[in-house]
């Protein structure tokens, strides 16, 4: 069973930084591109950031350049989203997901995890 399992949301301060994590298991995404995404209170799920499999192209939505980083580790079947100088808008139910059918920054992925929640106080 293939899963992808989030980790590394909590609470957090405006100005502070967070380092998400997505585990994969139940197959190797070493040659797929992934990505992250975003869901906050009443608003529809957007694209934050995605990252090919080799690193040589990476996305990311304006409002969080130069403050979000993507990397992943593929060895261990891993991908990072290190967010720093947060903003209280930046808080959403973040996710992840793997294998985009298309252009990586829209949402036709084939797989998801559940999601790990990033609170940014002001």
């Known amino acids: 069973q293939v899963q992808l399992v989030e980790s590394g949301g909590g609470l957090v301060q405006a100005g502070g930084s967070l380092r998400l994590s997505c585990a994969a298991s139940?197959?190797?995404?070493?040659?797929?591109?992934m990505g992250w995404f975003r869901q906050a209170p009443g608003k529809d799920r957007e694209f934050v950031a995605a990252?090919?499999?080799?690193?040589?192209?990476?996305y990311y939505t304006a409002s969080v350049k130069g403050r979000f980083t993507i990397s992943r580790d593929n060895a261990k079947n891993t991908m990072y989203l290190q967010m720093n100088s947060l903003k209280p808008e930046d808080t959403a139910v973040y996710y992840c997901?793997?294998?985009?059918?298309?252009?990586?920054?829209?949402?036709?992925?084939?797989?998801w995890g559940q999601g790990t929640q990033v609170t940014v106080t002001s």
């Open positions: 990252m090919s499999w080799s690193g040589d192209r990476i």
């Open positions: 139940g197959r190797t995404f070493s040659r797929a591109t």
């Open positions: 997901a793997a294998v985009p059918r298309g252009t990586p920054t829209r949402e036709e992925y084939d797989y």
